[in-house]
């Protein structure tokens, strides 16, 4: 089920009990200041990196998931394209910042990755939704960690999200899927990309 924007106001973000239940920005905001860290650990301002350059933002859950290992390298194949319409690809993930180097490393990735190191970042912008008991615990049972890769205990992970922004922090296009198999089509992402690129 895609979300689809609507012009409502956001007034206290929270984090949902599920995907399903989730309340994004809207096409049309402006995105909300929020702190993120970098792949060295330094904190970062989002606002201060999207108002350098139109911007391609992805939300993904981390570099533990194959859906999000499979779109990384989808947009890296049409980094330069996004690149010669004049955007900077951002991903933040919910994984802490020492792991992000093993993302870039593992699967090729030129553009910046980033930590959302306290789930703050997929609050503010609406995209939060904690993980369930038994959710936390089938991924136990794959060897993976909740905890351990966040570097946290609030079991909050973002929809997978992709946002157009231009420099002043407005949302042009939002891809919005509580379906964490279904990512948006790199072809489709640069279509969008192009109808807003100046």
Not at 22 to 41: L, W
Not at 144 to 165: A, Q
Request: proline letters at 5%; a negative charge; glycine letters at 6%.
């Amino acid at each position: 089920m895609l979300i689809y924007s609507l012009s409502i106001a956001r007034d206290n973000p929270k984090i949902a009990d599920s995907p399903e239940t989730i309340d994004p920005v809207k096409t049309g905001q402006k995105i909300p200041s929020v702190n993120v860290k970098n792949i060295d650990g330094r904190v970062v301002s989002l606002d201060s990196i999207v108002s350098s350059m139109p911007t391609v933002l992805v939300f993904y859950r981390g570099g533990w998931c194959p859906y999000c290992n499979v779109q990384l390298s989808g947009l890296q194949k049409i980094e330069s394209e996004l690149i010669n319409l004049g955007y900077q690809i951002v991903a933040v993930s919910a994984d802490k910042s020492e792991l992000l180097s093993e993302t870039v490393n593992k699967e090729q990735i030129n553009f910046t990755l980033l930590s959302d190191f306290d789930g703050m970042a997929s609050v503010e912008f609406g995209i939060a939704y904690k993980v369930s008991d038994e959710y936390y615990s089938k991924l136990k049972d794959y060897n993976l960690d909740l905890e351990t890769v966040t570097g946290n205990k609030n079991h909050i992970l973002p929809v997978p999200s992709v946002f157009i922004i231009d420099t002043s922090g407005k949302i042009n296009f939002e891809y919005i899927n509580p379906d964490y198999k279904v990512r948006l089509d790199p072809d489709e992402l640069l279509a969008n990309a192009k109808s807003f690129a100046n």
